[in-house]
């Protein structure tokens, strides 16, 4: 029987950055990630949540139009905490009010790193 460690898992991945999101989705695919949707908005990402099953969002927390809109677009149909935020900047009050909103991890670029997979895997159980 496979265990949930073993089974890849489906994620949507929001970022308005394109090879961003491509160097993000090799890594991720790398380990035991089907990349099954992508979105750059709010939008996009709520109308992916309503059309493909996905375990885990990954969203930019650098996203030009911000992160909160999508979070807030997603939270409800994914369902809290199986959302993460990864930034090059979050102080406290932001991954507070990231927590509040229904992000499971609020994570830093720079610091993510080799631990972005299983933390990622965390949120999808």
Same mark, same amino acid.
């Given at each position: ?11 949507? %991945?929001?970022?308005?950055? @394109?090879?961003?999101?491509? =160097?993000? !989705? /090799?890594? *991720? #695919? $790398? ?31 650098? %996203?030009?139009?911000?992160? @909160?809109?999508?979070?807030? =677009?997603? !939270? /409800?149909? *994914? #369902? $809290? ?45």
């Amino acid at each position: 029987m496979e265990t949930r460690a073993e089974t890849r898992l489906r994620l949507l %991945l929001v970022s308005d950055h @394109r090879a961003a999101a491509d =160097a993000l !989705a /090799e890594y *991720l #695919g $790398r380990h035991g990630f089907d990349i099954v949707a992508r979105a750059a908005t709010a939008a996009e990402a709520a109308a992916a949540v309503r059309s493909t099953s996905i375990d885990v969002a990954l969203i930019d927390g650098d %996203l030009a139009a911000g992160w @909160r809109s999508v979070v807030q =677009a997603v !939270a /409800e149909p *994914l #369902g $809290r905490n199986h959302i993460a935020v990864l930034s090059s900047y979050l102080g406290q009050q932001e991954r507070t009010d990231a927590r509040r909103s229904g992000v499971g991890a609020a994570l830093l670029k720079r610091v993510a790193g080799a631990n972005l997979a299983g933390q990622l895997r965390a949120l999808a159980v």
